[in-house]
């Protein structure tokens, strides 16, 4: 199995856009767009880019603004920069064309492109599926973020310190406004990080992995407005309406996951999605589980099954 580095000037004029391109050691037969969460790196979505190379798909991913490897070339750790939070659906694109440019110079321009979105990462997804829906074969959204009790609360207080001047400072009061409460359901909490999921050894390397946004500082006050201003656009029938209706849009997510209003917010997806007449968009929450389903030892291989038997029954 292959592996490219790609780097591409970020459309916000600042930064360098580190990204990765896997290929499968079989012919390929697709290819998946994998977008990151918020504060966290590309590359913490190791284990479900080994599968989908088994399954014979190539893996593209790039670390957004402000985050990971591309944050740590010019120091901006959790700082957006001052273009705003269409940035990273434009780069989201940029890699796309990037992707292209290479698999075609590989002879493999045919390939079709399909996307999966984790987290921060689905709302990006969505943003780019609402703009570029057409190229898209299927859509996956993993720990779909939608309903969140805290938004207003996030883009209030974030809101006010961006017109104090204070943009580029770390916020972390808003983080604590906003991941704090995030346990306040569960009985067996152990650290402020347990929404994450339910495997502690998962909480404790998130905590402790040197390239996510919290372990060398704090995402800024931009950060969080950014967050706050691309909720705003993907949420409501305007945006469903925006999606084309024959997109295979599928959504998973742990019914415990507070990111997704403990699954309620994951079927109102489903439900604007089914309103504007998507003809195939499909649901699943796994009972007991939290926001990384992806990662929990117990339930990754039966979700990355599930990934990828959803792109193979789309994918010619």
């Known amino acids: 199995m292959a592996?490219?580095?790609i780097t591409f000037p970020s459309a916000d004029d600042r930064d360098e856009i580190q990204a990765w391109l896997h290929t499968p050691l079989r012919a390929p037969r697709g290819i998946v767009q994998i977008v990151h969460d918020f504060g966290e790196h590309s590359r913490r979505c190791h284990h479900p880019i080994g599968t989908l190379l088994d399954a014979g798909f190539v893996g593209a991913h790039d670390d957004h603004v402000g985050h990971?490897?591309?944050?740590r070339r010019n120091d901006t750790w959790g700082d957006p920069g001052e273009a705003g939070w269409e940035t990273t659906v434009l780069d989201e694109r940029r890699?796309?064309?990037?992707v292209r440019a290479e698999l075609r110079q590989?002879?493999?321009a045919e390939l079709q492109?399909?996307?999966?979105g984790h987290s921060w990462g689905s709302m990006i997804a969505r943003e780019y599926a609402a703009r570029h829906g057409d190229d898209l074969e299927a859509l996956v959204l993993c720990g779909v973020v939608y309903g969140?009790?805290?938004?207003?609360?996030?883009?209030?207080?974030?809101?006010e310190a961006l017109a104090a001047g204070r943009a580029a400072e770390p916020a972390l009061d808003v983080a604590e406004a906003v991941f704090g409460p995030m346990t306040a359901r569960y009985t067996d909490v152990r650290t402020p990080n347990d929404w994450i999921a339910c495997d502690p050894e998962v909480v404790d390397d998130h905590a402790a992995d040197p390239l996510n946004t919290m372990t060398v500082g704090a995402p800024t006050y931009r950060l969080f407005a950014d967050f706050a201003a691309l909720m705003s656009a993907v949420t409501g029938a305007q945006w469903a309406a925006r999606i084309p209706v024959d997109l295979p849009v599928r959504l998973i997510a742990g019914d415990q996951d507070p990111a997704g209003d403990y699954g309620e917010g994951v079927y109102a997806v489903a439900d604007l999605l089914a309103e504007a007449g998507s003809r195939s968009t499909s649901t699943t929450t796994y009972s007991g589980w939290r926001h990384e389903i992806h990662d929990e030892r117990a339930i990754r291989a039966e979700v990355?099954?599930?990934v990828v038997s959803f792109l193979r029954r789309h994918l010619g």
Do not use: I
């Open 95 to 98: 890699l796309h064309d990037a």
């Open 68 to 71: 990971g490897s591309t944050a």
């Open 148 to 159: 969140m009790r805290q938004d207003e609360t996030m883009a209030r207080m974030a809101e």
């Open 3 to 5: 592996l490219r580095e």
């Open 106 to 108: 590989a002879g493999h």
């Open 113 to 116: 492109f399909t996307m999966f």
């Open 304 to 306: 990355e099954a599930d």
